[in-house]
């Protein structure tokens, strides 16, 4: 089971990124996938989640925070679940992950998140 986030990088306030997370070694329907964020010197929060499509509804959830900025989507062909963020702020800065609990079915929110990717930094920065 892997997980690789990808997309981020430097962004002006205002400003969108669509960041990635491709999976392998599993078939993405199966399962739900968490989007977190760090931000420097802060505990790490959680974003977005979505549900598993094969067992349960393929729902979608979204920090109450971020709610109008943040969406959450999937590609199953691709093995990708996207994190679409616009009108980007400053505080929005930190490394971002995906990560899921690797059983079957799942309904956001997992109990437990079990594996993690690497993380994709985003700056939100004039």
């Known amino acids: 089971v892997q997980l690789q986030a990808s997309g981020g990088g430097l962004v002006q306030p205002g400003g969108s990124l669509r960041l990635s997370c491709t999976v392998s070694?599993?078939?993405?329907?199966?399962?739900?996938i968490g989007w977190f964020r760090q931000a420097p010197g802060k505990e790490h929060e959680g974003v977005s989640c979505?549900?598993?499509?094969?067992?349960?509804?393929?729902?979608?959830y979204v920090v109450e925070s971020l709610k109008g900025r943040f969406t959450v989507s999937k590609d199953a062909a691709k093995n990708t679940v996207y994190l679409h963020t616009n009108s980007l702020k400053p505080e929005d800065t930190a490394v971002y992950y995906c990560?899921?609990?690797?059983?079957?079915?799942?309904?956001?929110?997992?109990?437990?998140?079990?594996?993690w990717g690497q993380g994709t930094q985003v700056t939100v920065s004039s």
């Open positions: 979505i549900s598993s499509s094969d067992g349960s509804d393929g729902s979608t």
């Open positions: 990560a899921t609990d690797g059983r079957p079915g799942t309904t956001c929110p997992p109990v437990r998140y079990t594996y």
């Open positions: 070694g599993f078939t993405l329907d199966y399962y739900a």
